[in-house]
């Protein structure tokens, strides 16, 4: 069975941190790009961070929103994402999704709550 199970959300004040991680299960993590969305209350679903598999170089893509405060990582070991937020902002707040992705195809993880308090 295919899982995406993100962990490390919940409740900080603005200016503060949280680490978020995704878990993959089922099939070959190392082979797929891996981006971290996200979607607030009433907009769209965003990218907010990638990283592309280990053959591809593990490139990294970043939001303008995002940059030189979120890092993506992944584990192939362990078959794990993380996305390291520094300096939350409120609109930060919002569900983030962790997705797999090759060839046109994906998974989506069930999402975990991020929430920024000012």
């Known amino acids: 069975e295919v899982q995406l199970v993100e962990s490390g959300g919940g409740l900080v004040q603005a200016g503060g941190s949280l680490r978020l991680s995704c878990a993959a299960s089922?099939?070959?993590?190392?082979?797929?790009?891996i981006g971290w969305y996200r979607q607030a209350p009433g907009k769209e679903r965003e990218l907010v961070a990638g990283i592309s598999s280990a053959g591809a170089g593990r490139n990294t893509y970043y939001a303008d929103s995002v940059k030189g405060r979120f890092t993506i990582s992944r584990d192939n070991a362990k078959d794990t994402v993380y996305l390291q937020m520094n300096s939350l902002k409120p609109e930060d707040t919002a569900v983030y999704y962790c997705?797999?992705?090759?060839?046109?195809?994906?998974?989506w993880g069930r999402g975990t709550q991020v929430t920024v308090s000012s």
């Open positions: 089922g099939f070959t993590f190392d082979e797929y790009a």
């Open positions: 997705n797999a992705a090759r060839g046109g195809g994906g998974y």
